[in-house]
Nanobody, 115 residues
Framework: QVQLVESGGGLVQPGGSLRLSCAASGSIVSLGAMGWYRQAPGKQRELVAVITSASTTNYADSVKGRFTISRDNALNTVYLQMNSLKPEDTAVYYC?????????WGKGALVTVSS
């Protein structure tokens, strides 16, 4: 089993920044791709950004140029730096990890962008 714990969510004003972290623990033999998804009220969960074990990245068009995903393989941790936040970025952000053919999810971190 793999456990994912997110941290760093909160309330921020439009134009502000937040950094999310997600630490993986448990039976980690080989940590594959890790990513961030989000789900806004009344909407489906969507991909925000993903990073492979080789640190190749991919972003949703809506966050390109504003968000940066990174990982520390020694700490089994993935980060999401969010800049120039907009009210439409308000959502619960979920961490995802692909380990030996299985997907694992964190419980989510709420990000609220509001003045």
């Amino acid at each position: 089993q793999v456990q994912l714990v997110e941290s760093g969510g909160g309330l921020v004003q439009p134009g502000g920044s937040l950094r999310l972290s997600c630490a993986a623990s448990g039976s980690i033999v080989s940590l594959g791709a890790m990513g961030w998804y989000r789900q806004a009220p009344g909407k489906q969960r969507e991909l925000v950004a993903v990073i492979t074990s080789a640190s190749t990245t991919n972003y949703a068009d809506s966050v390109k140029g504003r968000f940066t995903i990174s990982r520390d393989n020694a700490l089994n941790t993935v980060y999401l730096q969010m800049n120039s936040l907009k009210p439409e970025d308000t959502a619960v952000y979920y961490c995802n990890a692909y380990v030996l053919g299985m997907d694992y999810w964190g419980k989510g971190a709420l990000v609220t962008v509001s003045s």
